[in-house]
């Protein structure tokens, strides 16, 4: 709603009242809140997996600063987070847990509110305000179909209000279900700009160049041949350009051959990440999972889609949803009662149940080696592969060698070599292995390998016979609260009350085991032997290719498949005292009112993950740890006064009204002895009536939530540049942890603004508003980039808390620890604007016009303006310079008519051009328009005998109006669906129909 001049407060308040709720078509409060100018990047969305670490959960972020400096009350109190991090580890609130249905208005404060509400309202606070003191029954039911007739939505309330001069209760029960939509279903996202390494068929890396050689037949001091009829003509070229591929060889002092001590990667074939069509030797469509290693490529590498080697590719999109099914419901009900004269008992309950399905395509293995994690091994040809050969004075061999068939590696004299020859190392092999010295167990062999050598290492896999990752995710949250509150004297307002808020989160996850995965790869495992489950059957092939089942794997997948069930919890205390006075004594300009209160809360957070992942036994996923569990508690003592300098009644010339309000919080976080005081100073200056001028300064400190302080490892797949190898390296593991080292940020905002509502006879009805913000985080808490971890680690100088491993014999990167870091400075300034107008007329109705966006000048991080660029390099999100939006709308005779079209700027995207050259291109802007049109049966003249239907509406409801498309976005060919899915989603053009009746 736009401002008027009179009513125009000295910090700036966006209010969503109960008739702009209605006539968004959103289904929930984050549907709702995304589409504000004053949201920016960095919200988590529902859809295409961008919630990444937080199933089912939605959250906003205003001015782009990020949930966790976004304070998120329920009636002005606070409520308990989610209790699965944003990104693994920044606190939020769940926006889906609050039923839009039981929601009377949304006040936004588009101002740091530190000094008011506390240490997280940096960038401001959204104050839901629940349904209270309704009269009498009403009921709507809702039903949502896309354009696309792949979606639907149903929706259904009750809401009953009854009471007396007294007493007061209203009761809210809804409901909500839609179903999913996959990204094959849509053509944007069919294929996306990056296809996987993980891949089905698999991709083996580091194989040692004679263990190919003998594989192939060919003679030890032969070049490799790149192979399968690929030449030099290849859009994939390697190295040079050539058709070979040859790795170092050493020679002894006579010139002859004798060991090899390069690595050789290899795949049965390659995918154009353009179309999918095969390249030149691409063997995926005739294998069976038979191939000889003559049939397979040698490839530069890990590889990639745009260009960096030859690899297999996994299209992850042909399977994988882009939005997920959901059903919630949800219980609201509050009440108050006198019990005595300015004595007013009240509380409130609510419940709400959300379950989610989401399903990913078939798990990535990432590297078969992650530290920590079960290592994945595909067993050698035969129980005995072929050694390795290391020098006698090796230091790292042990005093007692075991006999030759219990290991795969042999001395260099036992070679017939010269002993002190420079040749191939073991040392991987012996660390991951002492007993044996192989990777798989001692007589370990699968049969269908082709290479007769234990794979792992960083090879990678797509496990599509097994099916897609499939997420089962339960959120119940839960609040109660009871206070008392009324009058001490004729002046003086109290409130004390009690708040308990929590959330528990269930996850019922079905995946791979690493450690079943080996025992199916290995045919002397005992499952396969006499009275073992699949006596005499095969081991699992995983040489195939996907779209070409092997039957003899099927039973074998079923197997392997594990059900996780993890469950995190989140608990907050809240006790307070409140004194207030909008007149605590009068002076000649106006009356002094202040406010004082006392505040305590406490806060835990626990996770528990599955015993299986504790451990990292699922395929893709490092180990968790025993979980969290964390608590602190916080003091708080604020106060603020407002002093009117001139009023309306001391006539004096262009001062018609001023006021300023000084407000201070003290707060104590008691568990690590900090503490804070965050002052702020606002006020309003009315020359006239119709003008009013407004400026507020603050500061505050925002101490990190106990997710980045404490919060349990997260994993993600990440490409990433390898300095030694001078490539980038795809779908590496990356770890997310917390880091109790942490400082507070200290922090400060600003904000100018002017509001005109003229009187003049041509500009009557209208109202204008300007406003100037800015907002600093010091200290800022960060996550950096993996690629700036791996700089600085290579540099010696690494990050607090952060690690990277190399695998010692490839130099390629199998694991990155990335923890928050306190970084310099985050600065972000824009401006806000509004136009409004109102036009009555006596035979057409009532019209309404609002204009209104938010023009953002600055992201700078640290001395770097990123406005207008992407969050990170696969432009899933953006920092957008410009957003707004129009509301017109028509009241007349009972019909509502509003149509909202909404304007979201693009931003800058990178990709590479056919010589692997980095191009600039922008993310196309877009306006997407809502509509909303009602009929109000009540006052009908036809229908007014019909009791029933003299409460009753209809509506239609329209999202995406023109079913405008996502933008395309490449991200460095790293984009996973081809479009930003933290700023859209995959949902289109829905028409919902409606009807409502009031009794």
């Known amino acids: 709603m736009t401002e008027i001049a009179g009513e125009a407060k000295a910090i700036p308040v966006t209010i969503v009242d109960q008739d702009a709720l209605t006539q968004m078509p959103a289904v929930s409060l984050g549907d709702l809140l995304q589409k504000l100018n004053v949201t920016n990047g960095g919200a988590i969305p529902i859809s295409n997996n961008a919630t990444g670490f937080t199933p089912a959960a939605s959250s906003v972020s205003l001015r782009g600063l990020g949930p966790e400096a976004t304070l998120v009350l329920v009636d002005g109190r606070r409520v308990a987070p989610y209790p699965i991090g944003a990104g693994g580890t920044s606190a939020f609130v769940d926006l889906n847990t609050i039923p839009v249905e039981a929601v009377q208005s949304v006040e936004i404060l588009r101002d740091g509110g530190t000094a008011i509400y506390g240490a997280d309202a940096v960038?401001?606070?959204?104050?839901?305000?629940?349904?209270?003191?309704?009269?009498?029954?009403?009921?709507?039911?809702?039903?949502?179909?896309?354009?696309?007739?792949?979606?639907?939505?149903?929706?259904?309330?009750?809401?009953?209000?009854?009471?007396?001069?007294?007493?007061?209760?209203?009761?809210?029960?809804?409901?909500?279900?839609?179903?999913?939509?996959?990204?094959k279903d849509r053509d944007y996202s069919l294929v996306p700009p990056f296809l996987s390494g993980n891949a089905s068929a698999i991709n083996l890396s580091a194989l040692r160049r004679q263990?190919?050689?003998?594989?192939?037949?060919?003679?030890?001091?032969?070049?490799?041949?790149?192979?399968?009829?690929?030449?030099?003509?290849?859009?994939f070229p390697i190295g040079d350009g050539g058709a070979t591929f040859d790795t170092e060889i050493v020679w002894d002092e006579g010139g002859e051959s004798l060991l090899n001590t390069g690595f050789v990667n290899v795949t049965t074939g390659a995918a154009n990440a353009d179309d999918l069509s095969p390249l030149p030797g691409?063997?995926?469509?005739?294998?069976?999972?038979?191939?000889?290693?003559?049939?397979?490529?040698?490839?530069?590498?890990?590889?990639?889609?745009?260009?960096?080697?030859?690899?297999?590719?996994?299209?992850?999109?042909?399977?994988?949803?882009?939005?997920?099914?959901?059903?919630r419901t949800a219980a609201n009900i509050g009440f108050d009662h006198e019990i005595a004269e300015n004595v007013e008992l009240y509380g409130s309950f609510m419940y709400t149940r959300a379950d989610y399905v989401n399903e990913l395509a078939p798990t990535a293995t990432g590297g078969f080696f992650r530290p920590g994690a079960t290592q994945l091994i595909i067993p050698a040809r035969t129980a005995n592969p072929m050694p390795w050969v290391v020098r006698d004075d090796d230091p790292s061999l042990p005093d007692t060698l075991p006999p030759l068939n219990e290991r795969v590696w042999v001395t260099a004299t036992e070679a017939g070599l010269v002993a002190n020859t420079t040749v191939g190392q073991a040392e991987s092999i012996r660390n991951q292995s002492p007993e044996t010295d192989r990777l798989a167990p001692l007589g370990a062999y699968n049969p269908w390998n082709p290479f007769n050598e234990d794979i792992s290492g960083s090879s990678s896999f797509r496990t599509a016979?097994?099916?897609?990752?499939?997420?089962?995710?339960?959120?119940?949250?839960?609040?109660?609260?009871?206070?008392?509150?009324?009058?001490?004297?004729?002046?003086?307002?109290?409130?004390?009350?009690?708040?308990?808020?929590?959330?528990?989160?269930?996850?019922?996850?079905?995946?791979?085991?690493?450690?079943?995965?080996?025992?199916?790869?290995?045919?002397?495992?005992?499952?396969?032997?006499?009275?073992?489950?699949?006596?005499?059957?095969?081991?699992?092939?995983?040489?195939?290719?996907?779209?070409?089942?092997?039957?003899?794997?099927?039973?074998?997948?079923?197997?392997?498949?594990?059900?996780?069930?993890?469950?995190?919890?989140?608990?907050?205390?809240?006790?307070?005292?409140?004194?207030?006075?909008?007149?605590?004594?009068?002076?000649?300009?106006?009356?002094?009112?202040?406010?004082?209160?006392?505040?305590?809360?406490?806060?835990?957070?626990?996770?528990?993950p599955d015993s299986i992942r504790r451990f990292g036994d699922t395929i893709g996923s490092s180990p968790s740890g025993n979980g969290t569990n964390a608590s602190r508690e916080i003091q708080s003592v604020y106060g603020s006064v407002r002093v009117p300098i001139t009023g309306p009644d001391n006539d004096i010339p262009f001062m018609y009204a001023t006021t300023i309000e000084l407000s201070a919080r003290y707060e104590d976080f008691k568990t690590n002895d900090r503490t804070t005081t965050s002052p702020k100073i606002s006020g309003r200056w009315l020359p006239i009536e119709q003008l009013a001028f407004r400026a507020s300064w603050g500061e505050g400190y925002r101490e990190p939530s106990l997710y980045e302080l404490f919060g349990g490892p997260t994993q993600a797949l990440q490409n990433i540049y390898n300095p030694r190898l001078d490539e980038v390296q795809q779908e590496v593991p990356i770890l997310r942890l917390?880091?109790?080292?942490?400082?507070?940020?200290?922090?400060?905002?600003?904000?100018?603004?002017?509001?005109?509502?003229?009187?003049?006879?041509?500009?009557?009805?209208?109202?204008?508003?300007?406003?100037?913000?800015?907002?600093?985080?010091?200290?800022?808490?960060?996550?950096?980039?993996?690629?700036?971890?791996?700089?600085?680690?290579?540099?010696?100088?690494?990050?607090?808390?952060?690690?990277?491993?190399?695998?010692?014999?490839?130099?390629?990167?199998?694991?990155?620890?990335?923890?928050?870091q306190n970084v310099n400075e985050f600065e972000v300034e824009g401006w806000d604007f509004g136009?409004?107008?109102?036009?009555?007329?006596?035979?057409?109705?009532?019209?309404?016009?609002?204009?209104?966006?938010?023009?953002?000048?600055?992201?700078?991080?640290?001395?770097?303006?990123?406005?207008?660029?992407?969050?990170?390099?696969?432009?899933?999100?953006?920092?957008?310079?410009?957003?707004?939006?129009?509301?017109?709308?028509?009241?007349?005779?009972?019909?509502q008519l509003t149509i909202t079209p909404r304007y979201t700027d693009g931003f800058l995207d990178y990709y590479y051009d056919s010589d692997f050259n980095v191009i600039e291109r922008e993310v196309a802007s877009t306006i997407?328009?809502?509509?909303?049109?009602?009929?109000?049966?009540?006052?009908?003249?036809?229908?007014?005998?019909?009791?029933?239907?003299?409460?009753?509406?209809?509506?239609?409801?329209?999202?995406?109006?023109?079913?405008?498309?996502?933008?395309?976005?490449?991200?460095?060919a790293g984009n996973s669906v081809g479009y930003p899915a933290f700023l859209y989603d995959s949902r289109g053009m829905v028409l919902s129909l409606g009807m409502g009746l009031k009794f």
């Open 928 to 972: 997407i328009t809502d509509l909303y049109l009602s009929y109000d049966l009540f006052g009908v003249n036809a229908v007014e005998s019909q009791n029933w239907l003299s409460g009753a509406s209809v509506w239609i409801k329209v999202r995406n109006l023109f079913d405008v498309e996502p933008p395309y976005a490449n991200g460095y």
């Open 211 to 235: 263990v190919v050689v003998e594989a192939r037949g060919q003679d030890p001091n032969s070049v490799l041949d790149r192979g399968a009829g690929v030449d030099s003509s290849s859009s």
């Open 465 to 608: 016979e097994f099916g897609n990752r499939i997420f089962r995710t339960s959120n119940v949250s839960t609040l109660f609260d009871v206070g008392l509150r009324g009058r001490i004297s004729d002046k003086i307002n109290y409130d004390v009350g009690y708040r308990n808020s929590g959330m528990v989160t269930t996850t019922d996850d079905s995946l791979v085991s690493a450690s079943k995965f080996n025992k199916i790869m290995n045919q002397n495992d005992p499952i396969f032997k006499e009275g073992g489950p699949f006596a005499g059957q095969v081991a699992y092939n995983p040489f195939g290719y996907y779209k070409n089942p092997i039957e003899s794997n099927f039973a074998l997948t079923n197997y392997a498949l594990v059900r996780l069930k993890n469950e995190s919890t989140t608990s907050l205390n809240n006790f307070w005292f409140d004194l207030a006075s909008g007149n605590l004594f009068e002076i000649p300009t106006g009356n002094i009112g202040a406010a004082f209160g006392l505040d305590y809360r406490s806060e835990s957070l626990t996770e528990s």
């Open 738 to 820: 917390g880091n109790p080292d942490l400082l507070g940020e200290d922090t400060s905002s600003a904000n100018v603004g002017v509001v005109w509502t003229p009187e003049w006879r041509l500009m009557k009805g209208w109202t204008f508003t300007f406003d100037y913000w800015k907002i600093t985080r010091e200290g800022y808490v960060n996550l950096p980039d993996a690629d700036d971890v791996i700089e600085a680690w290579e540099a010696g100088d690494p990050m607090p808390n952060t690690f990277v491993d190399f695998d010692d014999a490839t130099d390629e990167i199998v694991l990155v620890g990335r923890s928050f």
């Open 282 to 327: 691409n063997m995926n469509s005739s294998n069976d999972g038979t191939l000889g290693a003559n049939d397979y490529l040698i490839r530069n590498g890990l590889g990639d889609n745009v260009g960096f080697g030859v690899a297999s590719r996994y299209n992850y999109n042909e399977t994988s949803m882009s939005f997920p099914s959901s059903e």
């Open 835 to 895: 136009i409004g107008y109102v036009l009555p007329t006596d035979n057409w109705g009532v019209f309404h016009f609002d204009l209104g966006g938010s023009y953002f000048t600055r992201y700078d991080f640290d001395g770097v303006n990123q406005i207008g660029e992407a969050t990170a390099y696969d432009s899933n999100d953006g920092y957008l310079e410009w957003k707004a939006s129009m509301r017109l709308g028509w009241t007349f005779k009972g019909f």
């Open 123 to 183: 960038a401001g606070v959204v104050n839901i305000k629940m349904k209270k003191d309704l009269r009498g029954l009403v009921t709507t039911f809702e039903k949502g179909w896309s354009k696309a007739g792949d979606y639907e939505e149903t929706l259904a309330n009750v809401a009953v209000g009854v009471g007396n001069e007294k007493t007061n209760v209203t009761a809210v029960l809804a409901y909500f279900d839609n179903t999913e939509i996959y990204n």
